[in-house]
């Protein structure tokens, strides 16, 4: 019996299906099935009920994953304990990051990998309230979202981008000749903004509330650049964070509204080591 035999089984597990549990453990399908084949030779019992759109653990299989987790663990916190006598931070490091995210995770990302080489990295892209349900989860352990107020109980986060959100439109948009609008005016106004879900959104609903009206959203997407190019061909009022126009006609919102991105991990100590020292590094 094998380590890597017990990683597959609790993949599958989690899974329901071999091939997602080969894609979460970077090997080919068939490699997992054999290993799995060869587990249940060696127990003498069929661990997954193999159906044609699922699997499912036999008896035998639900009663053998608590120990295949309780393997794996102890494994993990005899690797860890060697590691930290010697400084070596191994592991990995899921962060969750909104669309569109500029050079600041980039960076930090890079920088890090320089200093723990031995901690594989993976991103996974997705809106705000999606990234944090699953940081509270423990399927990601970092995420970098927008927020506009504190996040739910049991997560901490500290601000590393903050800036004014503002209304961007063509050339040709009556709006073009503007310097300034109040979220009064705005709010009738064909609006092109993020999906609820995002922080940008949010402070935008917030803002409008704020001012006694609700607005109109007209269109929405998840990428920035996606609203750029929307309000661009005359579709309506871009709204979106400070530095993201580039040729189209800025004017500012008063009062002002914020957009803010957030590194958010769950408290109480609860971060891996590759995340605590990704967040040492980075916060």
């Known amino acids: 019996m094998e380590l890597r035999q017990l990683e597959y089984l609790v993949a599958v597990a989690e899974e329901s299906s071999f ?7 970077h090997v080919a399908q068939p490699g997992v099935s ?10 003498g019992q069929r661990l997954f009920h193999r159906g044609p759109d699922s699997v499912r653990l036999t008896a035998a299989g639900e009663a053998a994953i608590p120990f295949a987790r309780a393997s794996l663990a102890a494994a993990a916190a005899i ?24 050079g ?10 320089d200093r723990h080489p031995d901690v594989e990295i993976t991103l996974e892209e997705g809106l705000s309230a999606t990234l944090l349900s699953a940081v509270r989860d423990g399927r990601l352990d970092v995420a970098l979202a927008g927020l506009a107020g504190r996040p739910a109980p049991g997560l901490e986060s500290k601000t590393v981008v903050e800036e004014p959100l503002v209304a961007a439109v063509s050339a040709s948009h009556p709006l073009a000749g503007r310097r300034r609008i109040s979220v009064v005016e705005l709010s009738r106004e064909r609006l092109i903004a993020l999906p609820r879900g995002t922080g940008g959104r949010a402070a935008l609903e917030s803002g409008l509330a704020a001012a006694g009206v609700s607005g109109r959203v007209a269109l929405e997407a998840g990428d920035p650049l996606v ?9 309506g009022v ?42 040492h590094f980075a916060v």
Do not use: C, M
Not at 239 to 261: C, G
């Open 238 to 279: 871009a709204i979106v964070p400070a530095s993201a126009p580039e040729d189209l006609h800025v004017v500012r919102v008063v009062p002002e509204l914020r957009s803010r991105l957030d590194l958010v991990w769950r408290g109480a100590g609860e971060e891996g080591p590759a995340a605590r020292a990704f967040l």
């Open 34 to 43: 054999a290993q799995i084949r060869k587990l249940e030779a060696e127990l």
């Open 104 to 113: 600041w995770l980039s960076n930090s990302l890079a920088a890090f990998h």
């Open 19 to 25: 091939t997602r549990a080969a894609a979460r453990e």
């Open 79 to 102: 690797r860890e304990t060697v590691d930290a006598l010697t400084g070596v931070i191994r592991g990995r490091l899921a962060i969750g990051v909104v669309p569109s995210v500029g």
């Open 227 to 235: 609203l750029l190019e929307l309000a661009r061909r005359g579709l």
